[in-house]
């Protein structure tokens, strides 16, 4: 889904053309937001080309909407001055974060040109711990002094607005940068010049603290319908506010989370901000492997309760008792792969059009999975069907069949479904579940019929 | 959980003493977030009974906070001349929703001693068709005349704060009512007393459609990190705001849904925003049924499958023909049932102690999807094993009850999870599955047992 489909084709000669101008023009007055989809849907290197060139102020907004990776790659081979002067119209969080992610020389860098107060609070922010409130705070809003005057707070702050994202709520500290209590600017419009910070500032305030969990920050913004909370660390010292976008981001990202879990990924701190493309093979497959074991041995108890009842009908054969692990287990693959899917798409990191690059990514993990999986079944089926060596290859080979096939439709179906307009998350775990089951058989069946010759 | 265990038997011991200013004493200064919360862990008799006296001013902004039945319940009694100044005093779009689960005579009662121009307002806002902008949009905003000089626009600001929601933005319109631009208080604050409002607005805006879908105008909030977005109607006219706050609940109902329907129950407009204890079974049944039955269809051609490979093993008995179909039916609903719980618990509308009524509710609609599902498997069974009665009971039976087992396993799970303080949402779909994949072969070749005394 190319979301501008008209301008990328202007836009991609402008960029061959080299008329830097002309683009610059081209984006001129546009929200950055939206400067940035169009950057997103470009190649990867033309996208790099119009951050790189587009006029300081608006350059530094758009860094804010565009992915970790791309902001390295524009930053990386920039003139120091020139980085310096982006990181300072940045956004104080995302600037910290955007530190975090540069080598350490480059860092060195770069601040020797900012002055050193800049250079100490993106120190500073850039060494809260990933996922604390510390790490997505800003320092970027206004102090009062609780002894100023109405008349004199506002003056302050019509001052200082200028290079501050927010002056709508300010932060009364005393002189040890101790939190006393939030101003409202319309309280200030309201209240009389004469009166006194101290005297019309709210007190009763809801806080965060700097290591406290960044989802329970803005889970406080949002039950207290809040504009930004203040951020205190183990002194009382206000060192950051969250805002109130910023709470949006982590909401959202948790509950995309809750999809992963129930398709039965397991989510940890580092896959909760690991966008689609992002993860090493190797950490999806660990975070899959675990339930997918667990439930394979729930399953092959399950193989057990047939064979219990296989008293009950004397004649069930062998091949039958392996009907609920193999399905199950292509089942449960089959989940995993849908839920991350629909969460990719749900985050905007995975394009409807990537489908083969999907799918090719999911074949590899379904690989490491089905082997994984088709060994252990091997074996199990060695031990319990009295060693027979090409009976129990039947099952190790299956498993790894399905797991591959389980999950390809698995990344194949909810693409198509957003492809053809119909919400991918109705592409539910049974849905997937019950496809494989049918299939699975099939593919079962055909193997045991080739190897065993029958 | 009880969120404030000590507080709740000193707050009732002061309902039963009928001591209303100590009431009302108890809850000064506090959040109203906070309040509702308290109201929400007593008994609801007593929670209505505090919501009742609270003074005015809190009370109207607690009812934004309290779930919407309490809401009717505290209102409907209450003296009409009582009930208009409450809504008065409550935020625009809380009001409106309000007035909609009103009955029609009292409302008339009520909006007889409000003035014309709030009845209007609220007969408007009460209007537009639930999920749309219009219906979540407040009409509590401030808006400024594009002549006036910045010295005027503070001025007026100033005499409307104290009845606005927010002056943090102003939007400026010409006389019809239509938009011409944005105006932030940070901007008036900054900009010359004698600079005109049309000088110094913002021109680019991101706007809303009254007819818009509410997640499609929370989503632009989201994106381009607005503080509310302005909402046109069909002729350019400003009729209302969306708020930051709004759109982060539209959001969170909305990404909730997601585990729903990957859960595999259907959701539409009005499951949206009903929640777990309000929807009729009936209407839940009716959500849930499609899927079973297009999954059911589904699993009964996976016994086919089987049966076209019954010549591979000569031998493979009939019963376990219909293992697949079984156990996948007992997953679906078990799904379907841990979706729902998990959202109820996200939301908060499902507590961790209410597990029997919990229980209670899911085993209903087990046994109402299970009777469906069972008459059409002893139906599939009859036609398919030559008009066994025995046989095609057994299937039946074993249908309805894995769905009741699995509805239980599904309810039970979750919440016992979540008591355990592991987040229910690791509760997965393939957990659940396989959980009722092994006890629902026991439950299958038990009854087969007893119905064919094998």
């Not at 809260?128 to 790490?135: D, L, Q, R, S």
Request: net charge negative.
């Amino acid at each position: 889904m190319l979301r501008n489909p008209l301008l990328v084709p202007d836009l991609r000669e402008l960029i061959q053309a080299g008329e830097i101008a002309a683009i610059r023009d081209f984006f001129a007055d546009q929200h950055p937001a939206h400067v940035a989809e169009v950057i997103e849907d470009m190649d990867e290197d033309e996208g790099d080309t119009i951050l790189a060139v587009l006029p300081d102020r608006l350059q530094s907004s758009v860094m804010s909407y565009v992915d970790p990776e791309r902001q390295v790659r524009v930053v990386e081979p920039m003139d120091p001055v020139k980085a310096a002067a982006l990181l300072h119209l940045m956004s104080h969080d995302d600037r910290a974060d955007l530190v975090n992610r540069l080598d350490e020389d480059r860092v060195d860098q770069i601040l020797r040109h900012l002055a050193q107060a800049e250079r100490e609070d993106i120190r500073r922010l850039a060494s809260y711990e990933e996922g604390t409130a510390g790490a997505v705070m800003t320092t970027d809003y206004a102090t009062l002094n609780p002894n100023l005057t109405v008349r004199e707070a506002l003056d302050r702050l019509r001052h200082e607005a200028p290079d501050r994202e927010t002056i709508d709520y300010s932060f009364v500290v005393d002189p040890g940068h101790r939190l006393l209590g939030i101003v409202p600017l319309k309280r200030l419009i309201m209240a009389s010049p004469r009166a006194r910070v101290d005297e019309i500032m709210q007190l009763d305030m809801i806080v965060g603290r700097v290591d406290e969990d960044q989802e329970s920050v803005a889970r406080k913004i949002d039950k207290y319908d809040l504009y930004a909370i203040p951020v205190l660390d183990a002194s009382d010292m206000l060192v950051g506010i969250v805002t109130h976008d910023d709470a949006m981001d982590i909401l959202r990202r948790e509950q995309t989370e809750d999809i992963l879990a129930f398709g039965g990924v397991a989510t940890d701190a580092e896959a909760d901000d690991e966008p689609y493309w992002q993860g090493k093979l190797i950490g999806v497959v660990r975070r899959r492997i675990n339930w997918l074991l667990m439930l394979f041995l729930a399953e092959s108890f399950t193989g057990n309760v047939l064979r219990f009842f296989q008293g009950v009908e004397k004649s069930m054969p062998d091949l039958s008792l392996y009907v609920p692990l193999l399905i199950g287990t292509g089942g449960n693959a089959g989940s995993q792969t849908v839920s991350t899917i629909i969460r990719g798409l749900a985050l905007g990191e995975v394009m409807p059009n990537q489908v083969f690059r999907v799918l090719r990514r999911e074949l590899l993990t379904g690989l490491m999975l089905g082997t994984i999986l088709g060994i252990l079944g091997f074996f199990y089926a060695w031990i319990f069907r009295g060693q027979n060596r090409p009976f129990s290859a039947v099952i190790g080979m299956t498993i790894l069949c399905i797991c591959l096939w389980a999950n390809s439709v698995g990344a194949v179906v909810p693409i198509l479904a957003r492809k053809f307009g119909i919400d991918p998350a109705v592409v539910s775990a049974p849905l997937i579940t019950t496809l494989v089951d049918a299939t699975g058989l099939v593919i079962y069946f055909t193997i045991a019929k080739m190897v065993l010759r029958i």
